[in-house]
C-alpha cells in the first residue's frame, strides 16, 4: 500500500520527535519544539475524552487496506495504549479524532504530506505551527517556527519519561 508509515511523539516540555519509514515525504528522523502547555491541553483533553478506559484494541476488519494506528500515552501517573485498525467501524470516533489531534499538534504533515504538484512545495512549517499551537499569535507562531528544528541531543532522559505517542502502520 502507500499509507504514510511512521511515528510521532510529543513529550511534555514541548518536543516533538518524528521518524519517517515509508510513503512519506521525509524519511528519517526529526526533531520539532511546540508549546508545551498545547501538550498539556492534548493531555487533559485525552484525560476527558475516557481514553483510559477504552479496548486495547480495535481490530475488527470491517473494511479491508485501511491504515493503522497505535496511540500511546504516558503520564507520571498513567500509561496506555491502544491498537487502531481504522477499518474497524465499531471503534469509538474518539479514538480518531485523538490520533488526528496529535498529528495536528505535532505538524505532521510538513515531513509527511507530498509536494504540491503545481508547485513542488509541502505547507510551511510556520503556517502548521501557528495554526495547531493554541494560544500563539501570529507573531507567537511564526518565532516558534522559526525556532521549530532543534538537535536530537535535546531529548533529555526527564523528557523522555513523558510522552505521547502516536503511530501509523500499513494494514497487513
Known amino acids: 500500500g502507500s499509507c504514510?508509515?511512521?511515528?510521532?511523539?510529543?513529550?511534555?516540555?514541548?518536543?516533538v520527535r518524528y521518524d519517517g519509514k515509508?510513503?512519506?515525504?521525509?524519511?528519517?528522523?526529526?526533531?520539532?519544539?511546540?508549546?508545551p502547555d498545547a501538550v498539556k491541553s492534548l493531555v487533559e483533553e485525552i484525560?476527558?475524552?475516557?481514553?483510559?478506559s477504552l479496548n486495547d484494541a480495535y481490530t475488527q476488519v470491517s473494511i479491508t487496506d485501511a491504515p493503522s494506528a497505535v496511540l500511546y500515552v504516558a503520564t507520571d501517573v498513567k500509561k496506555k495504549q491502544v491498537r487502531h485498525y481504522l477499518g474497524d467501524f465499531k471503534a469509538p470516533k474518539i479514538?480518531?479524532?485523538?490520533?488526528?489531534?496529535?498529528?495536528?499538534l505535532a505538524g505532521t504533515v510538513r515531513w509527511t504530506?507530498?509536494?504540491?504538484?503545481?508547485?513542488?512545495?509541502?505547507a510551511a512549517p510556520k503556517q502548521l505551527v501557528a495554526a495547531t499551537t493554541p494560544g500563539l499569535s501570529a507573531a507567537e507562531g511564526k518565532a516558534a517556527a522559526d525556532a521549530a528544528v532543534v538537535s536530537d541531543s535535546t531529548i533529555g532522559l526527564e523528557t523522555e519519561r513523558r510522552k505521547i505517542v502516536?503511530?501509523?502502520?500499513?494494514?497487513?
Open 113 to 122: 504530506a507530498a509536494a504540491a504538484p503545481s508547485t513542488g512545495h509541502t
Open 166 to 172: 502516536i503511530r501509523r502502520t500499513v494494514a497487513t
Open 4 to 15: 504514510p508509515v511512521y511515528g510521532v511523539t510529543l513529550y511534555g516540555d514541548g518536543t
Open 47 to 52: 484525560e476527558r475524552s475516557g481514553f483510559y
Open 22 to 35: 515509508d510513503h512519506v515525504r521525509i524519511r528519517g528522523s526529526q526533531t520539532a519544539v511546540i508549546a
Open 95 to 104: 479514538l480518531q479524532v485523538l490520533e488526528n489531534r496529535v498529528d495536528e
